[in-house]
């Protein structure tokens, strides 16, 4: 099972922004039962959480980033997606996403970079 993450890229203050986290070499059940986080990591800071979604359909958001992000799932093509829009300089960052299967594994993807200009 891999995490393969997508989507990032320079994008202006203001602009929008799709990542993608594709669960591959797992059957549909398998990603249908995980929870899935997409986490940041900003120079200088600690990983944090920015959304999840569990298998169940909630969501959560960080503060910093509702309203703006939306966090959503295609369980057809095992993919989470994380919709950025009105972006700051502060969202920059390596975006990584974290499954967490119903086994009770956890699986990390490599990261995709973000950087917003201002």
């Known amino acids: 099972v891999q995490l393969q993450a997508s989507g990032g890229g320079l994008v202006q203050a203001g602009g929008s922004r799709r990542l993608s986290c594709q669960l591959s070499?797992?059957?549909?059940?398998?990603?249908?039962?995980?929870?899935i986080d997409w986490h940041r990591q900003s120079p200088g800071k600690q990983r944090e959480l920015v959304a999840s979604?569990?298998?169940?359909?909630?969501?959560n958001y960080a503060d910093s980033v509702k309203g703006r992000f939306t966090i959503s799932r295609d369980n057809s093509k095992k993919t989470v997606y994380l919709q950025m829009n009105n972006l700051e300089p502060e969202d920059s960052g390596a975006y990584y996403c974290?499954?967490?299967?119903?086994?009770?594994?956890?699986?990390w993807g490599q990261g995709t970079l973000v950087t917003v200009s201002s």
């Open positions: 979604t569990a298998s169940s359909g909630h969501t």
């Open positions: 974290n499954a967490r299967l119903a086994s009770g594994e956890t699986f």
């Open positions: 070499g797992s059957i549909l059940s398998t990603f249908w039962g995980a929870d």
